[in-house]
């Protein structure tokens, strides 16, 4: 016992996995067949999956945004965790990715719950700023795509959020590099300043869960 997050050897992980996750079968032949790109490790672990529609069901999510969709792992985690009715505007600018989405949202009758948008993810979340009402409207926003541009993702999802809606950052442990000093990439600069910047900001709770590649989550106040 020690007072610090515990490390995940490959057989503790093993472990968490065979005795927490019940993974829909559709989910494991969406993550199987994204397995075979050279993208696969921009998709999300199960476990995350699954603990993002918990998050779903804990926080009574209705709307929810997702920045970075790849080949719609996520949407569908959380598309089958939404109440009828609720719904997912998907902001990615891949075409090829996320038609691979489609046809699993389309198979496991949740397509009607995803408004995907393709284009920037800047230009699609700063057109649904100035639509009405959307301002505050939302439940709970996923942050995963291209990092240079995390913290402008961040502050249009905080303003799109209703006050107790949640917000959950992806690869903020960047596999390590952010607490490496040695690495000063863009991508790592860009991240570490995000964390700086949560870390500090009082419009929001906050937690750095270890989760995956870690997984920030922000309460708005
Ligand atoms: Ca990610």
């Excluded at 795509?145 to 950052?169: H, Q, T």
Aim: charged share 25%; with cysteine; glycine share 10%.
């Amino acid at each position: 016992m020690a007072a610090r997050s515990i490390e995940l050897t490959g057989r503790l992980y093993k472990y968490l996995l065979d005795h927490s996750l019940r993974e829909a079968p559709i989910l494991a032949r969406l993550r199987a067949e994204t397995a075979s790109m050279a993208e696969a490790n921009m998709q999300i672990g199960p476990e995350q999956g699954q603990f993002m529609a918990l998050l779903i069901e804990l926080t009574g999510a209705r709307r929810t945004l997702e920045v970075g969709t790849f080949t719609g792992y996520s949407t569908l985690a959380v598309a089958l965790a939404l109440p009828a009715g609720g719904r997912i505007v998907a902001c990615d600018i891949s075409e090829v990715f996320t038609a691979m989405g489609r046809r699993y949202w389309a198979e496991a009758g949740v397509a009607d719950k995803i408004d995907l948008r393709l284009g920037p993810a800047v230009e699609t979340l700063d057109a649904l700023l100035n639509e009405a009402g959307a301002a505050g409207s939302f439940d709970f926003a996923f942050i995963d795509a291209d990092k240079s541009n995390y913290g402008l993702y961040y502050e249009r999802c905080l303003s799109l959020l209703r006050p107790g809606g949640l917000i959950a950052v992806d690869n903020v442990l960047w596999n390590g590099s952010v607490a490496d000093p040695s690495k000063n990439d863009e991508d790592t600069r860009a991240i570490r300043a995000l964390n700086e910047k949560m870390h500090g900001d009082t419009r929001v709770g906050i937690s750095l869960v270890p989760i995956g590649d870690g997984l920030m989550l922000a309460r708005k106040r």
